[in-house]
């Protein structure tokens, strides 16, 4: 498969517009502190972008960010200006026409930024080991709709656990199903390159999450996908696909179930951009000094992390008072559409 991703991103597509599904199209709604970010970035590197969410987590500043599938270096461009001076972004890929984009502005960026702090290298996201790359030496590793698109998906997953620092977290979009894609879509060239022949079960997706050690990944964001191209749509029948943003970390300590060990957390508002309340996940939106009961995993994934400094923890692991309440195994997505959903490409 890896001939016919560089054949559809690097000969194929020369924009967004030639794009046949919103799979590869960030409809996302742009926060404000964004919007200045991607204003700075070259207009050729922001009209061959093909993501399909944010992968701008918060408090990057001073990291070291990997991204995996940078293609023309959007995101790459855009991580440059929140980690700063003092931080690094890598971005890899395996098409060339993409990174000769991506390369072509670099200077063109750092005068822009006042400094130079992006390198891209060429290479295979499932192949990470074979890369110039120092084990546990990122503090987080993005991806933006290009996992779906690698043949060996354990791979990768297995590759960011290694290059993760302990603590880290891998925070990516990507696109997903509701059941096991058939071998008529996987194969189908077209399907594959706009994201969906390649997308994974969810459920398989938690499993392989699990199997390289990232333990109770969360879910930031979803939406529901459309093929908007009716011949393709014919093709997928009932299948529902969808974009979702999930954040992955390394932990070793964390539990496969949420479990109540009595514990709360207060959110300081220190964290930039966050004054009111930070959103860890879909269900944990933590407002400002307000005392919120968390399980032991959500403890950790705040204590153990560059998101320590920013909270006051209450309570330990002395005590356990079994399964904390509301966590469940359903299908975690939003299956209902709305109009943002139906506005154009940003």
Request: glycine fraction near 8%.
């Amino acid at each position: 498969m890896h001939e016919v991703v560089q054949d559809y991103y690097g000969k194929q597509l020369q924009s967004t517009a030639d794009l046949k599904t919103t799979a590869c199209c960030d409809i996302s709604s742009l926060p404000d502190w964004l919007k200045p970010l991607l204003g700075r970035i070259h207009p050729e590197v922001l009209s061959r972008y093909y993501g399909c969410g944010l992968v701008c987590p918060s408090l990057l500043e001073g990291c070291r960010v990997l991204d995996l599938g940078c293609g023309s270096g959007r995101d790459v461009y855009a991580l440059a200006q929140l980690v700063g001076p003092t931080g690094e972004v890598v971005g890899i890929d395996m098409t060339d026409e993409q990174l000769t984009v991506a390369q072509a502005h670099e200077a063109w960026h750092a005068e822009t930024f006042g400094y130079a702090n992006v390198r891209f290298i060429k290479g295979y996201i499932e192949k990470l080991d074979e890369l110039d790359l120092e084990p546990g030496s990122f503090d987080v590793i993005v991806s933006n709709c290009v996992v779906n698109l690698s043949p060996d998906k354990a791979a990768v997953l297995a590759g960011v656990e290694r290059l993760l620092k302990p603590g880290g977290e891998f925070y990516f979009s990507d696109v997903y199903a509701d059941r096991r894609v058939p071998d008529a879509v996987r194969n189908d060239s077209v399907l594959y390159g706009e994201c969906l022949g390649g997308a994974l079960y969810w459920n398989d997706f938690l499993r392989l999450a699990n199997a390289a050690g990232f333990v109770d990944p969360r879910l930031v964001e979803d939406r529901p996908l459309e093929v908007t191209d009716s011949a393709l749509a014919a093709q997928t029948g009932n299948l529902r696909f969808f974009s979702a943003t999930y954040r992955l970390f390394k932990l070793d300590a964390l539990e496969s179930a949420c479990e109540d060990y009595g514990q709360a957390v207060i959110y300081k508002g220190t964290i930039p951009n966050n004054p009111r309340r930070f959103t860890l996940d879909k269900h944990h939106a933590i407002e400002t000094g307000r005392v919120f009961p968390v399980c032991g995993n959500t403890w950790r994934m705040l204590n153990e992390t560059r998101f320590a400094d920013h909270f006051t923890f209450i309570g330990d692991f002395s005590h356990h008072y079994g399964l904390f309440e509301g966590c469940g195994s359903v299908m975690p997505f939003d299956t209902a559409t709305n109009s943002a959903e139906a506005s154009p490409c940003c």
